[in-house]
């Protein structure tokens, strides 16, 4: 991939896989610090590196080392520093494939993830939503307010999250919806 322009090398960061981005800038998802010092054009802030911050903040075309604020650097290269020595890869795969529901990962988490086995997007109200779980037993709730609260509690995020599932709530005067997507 050849990035030309900066609104293309943006576009082309949100588009990637959030494990790969991270992989890309040097760091392991499963090692990265609670904090880190985030970049864009003429602005740094040390700040946290959650699901949601670097969501956040990855959206808004911030980035975790300032060598990538440079459009170019975007492309098929990938560099490493380990220990004392530097690795550069041309070009470089990455396979990554979400972990499977385990008896850990709470059951709303699990059957949302099940919902979204067979698709990439859906989009409607928690009513809709609770009619399309059905009766799933503990640990749903029932009624479509808790449902709605329960899915944005930080344990359900990130399980969904582990899987390449967001989760967002909208409100308008008319509506209340929740959207679930793929990244």
């Known amino acids: 991939m050849t990035i030309t322009n900066p609104a293309q090398a943006i576009h082309s960061k949100k588009g990637m896989p959030r494990d790969v981005w991270i992989f890309m800038q040097g760091y392991h998802s499963s090692s990265l610090p609670p904090r880190v010092t985030w970049y864009a054009p003429g602005r740094e802030f040390t700040g946290r590196t959650d699901n949601y911050t670097l969501g956040l903040y990855r959206g808004k075309g911030y980035v975790l080392d300032k060598r990538f604020l440079d459009p170019t650097i975007w492309d098929s290269r990938v560099?490493?520093?380990?220990?004392?020595?530097?690795?550069?890869?041309?070009?470089?795969?990455?396979?990554?494939?979400?972990?499977?529901?385990?008896?850990?990962?709470?059951?709303?988490?699990?059957?949302?993830?099940?919902?979204m086995d067979d698709r990439d997007y859906w989009e409607g109200t928690a009513s809709e939503l609770l009619s399309l779980i059905g009766e799933s037993g503990h640990g749903i709730p029932r009624l479509h307010n808790r449902l709605s609260a329960e899915l944005m509690q930080s344990y359900i995020t990130d399980a969904l999250d582990a899987h390449g599932i967001t989760v967002q709530r909208e409100r308008t005067s008319e509506r209340r919806t929740l959207r679930l997507s793929r990244v």
Do not use: F
């Not at 380990?82 to 059957?111: D, F, M, N, W, Y």
């Open 79 to 115: 560099n490493h520093v380990h220990g004392a020595s530097s690795t550069t890869t041309k070009p470089c795969s990455i396979v990554i494939k979400p972990p499977q529901p385990s008896r850990e990962t709470p059951r709303l988490a699990r059957v949302l993830i099940g919902v």
